[in-house]
C-alpha cells in the first residue's frame, strides 16, 4: 500500500519570504499523480497544484512550485512570495493511475503559519 | 454555484442516536467518497463509490453506512453514534479519468456528546 509522509508538523514564514513544504511518499507503482491540498480555517479542501508522475518537467501554479523527484520519491512544495491568506494546513496527496477508482492517499498535513 | 455540497455543516448529537449527512455533487463526476478527518487533522478515506456501486471500503465499522441514490449523491448515515465518532467528515468527487482531480465540500463537523 502506498503512504505518504510529511516530516513537519508546522511551519512558519515570514510574509513575502519562501518556504518549501515537505512530503515524500512510498511505491512500487511508476505512474501516479500526486497533489498538494490547502486547508484554510474555513475547513475547505482546496487543490493547490497537481503533479503527474510521467512528466518530468515541475509543475508551477502562480506563486506555487513544486520540486518533483521521482527517483527519490520526493514531492515538495515551493509557496514563493508568502501572503497571510497563504496561512493553512497543507496536505500532499497521492492517487495511483493503475487502478479505476483508487482512492487517494494524504499525508498527515503540515501547518503553514504566516508572520506579517 | 457549489461543486461539492454538505448537509448540514454542523451536527451535536447524543450518543446512540442515529444520524445522515448528505453529499451532492453538480460536477457530473462517476466517483465519490467520504472521509473523515480526526482531531490531529489526519484525512483518512472511508468509502467511494463508482456509479452507484462500493469500490472501497477501508474498514470502516459496520455502523457507518452509505448510501448513494443516484449518481450526483452519496450519503453517509451512522447508527448508534459513539464519542470517537466525533470529527470533521468530507464528501468528495472526482471523474473517471486517471487524471482527475478530487474535490471537496466544506465539511460536516459531528460532535457526539
Known amino acids: 500500500a502506498q503512504t505518504v509522509t510529511q516530516s513537519q508538523p508546522e511551519m512558519s514564514v515570514q510574509e513575502a519570504e519562501t518556504v518549501t513544504l515537505s512530503c515524500t511518499y512510498d511505491t512500487s507503482e511508476s505512474d501516479y499523480y500526486l497533489f498538494w491540498y490547502k486547508q484554510p480555517p474555513s475547513r475547505q479542501m482546496i487543490l493547490v497544484i497537481r503533479?503527474?508522475?510521467?512528466?518530468?518537467q515541475n509543475a508551477t501554479e502562480n506563486r506555487f512550485s513544486v520540486n518533483f523527484q521521482k527517483a527519490a520519491k520526493s514531492f515538495s512544495l515551493k509557496i514563493s512570495d508568502s501572503q497571510l491568506g497563504d496561512a493553512a494546513m497543507y496536505f500532499c496527496a497521492y492517487r495511483s493511475a493503475n487502478n479505476y477508482g483508487q482512492n487517494f492517499v494524504f499525508g498527515p498535513g503540515t501547518r503553514l503559519s504566516v508572520l506579517p | 454555484d457549489t461543486a461539492v455540497s454538505q448537509t448540514p455543516k454542523y451536527l451535536v448529537t447524543q450518543m446512540g442516536n442515529d444520524k445522515s449527512i448528505k453529499c451532492e455533487q453538480n460536477l457530473g463526476h462517476d466517483t465519490m467518497y467520504w472521509y473523515k478527518q480526526d482531531s490531529k487533522k489526519f484525512l483518512k478515506i472511508m468509502f467511494s463509490y463508482n456509479n452507484k456501486e462500493l469500490i472501497i471500503n477501508e474498514t470502516v465499522p459496520n455502523r457507518f453506512s452509505p448510501k448513494s441514490p443516484d449518481k450526483a449523491h452519496l450519503n453517509l448515515h451512522i447508527n448508534s453514534l459513539e464519542l470517537g465518532d466525533s470529527a470533521v467528515y468530507f464528501c468528495?468527487?472526482?471523474?473517471?479519468?486517471?487524471?482527475?482531480?478530487?474535490?471537496f465540500g466544506p465539511g460536516t463537523r459531528l460532535t457526539v456528546l
Open positions: 503533479q503527474e508522475a510521467y512528466k518530468q
Open positions: 468528495a468527487s472526482s471523474g473517471p479519468r486517471r487524471t482527475d482531480t478530487q474535490y
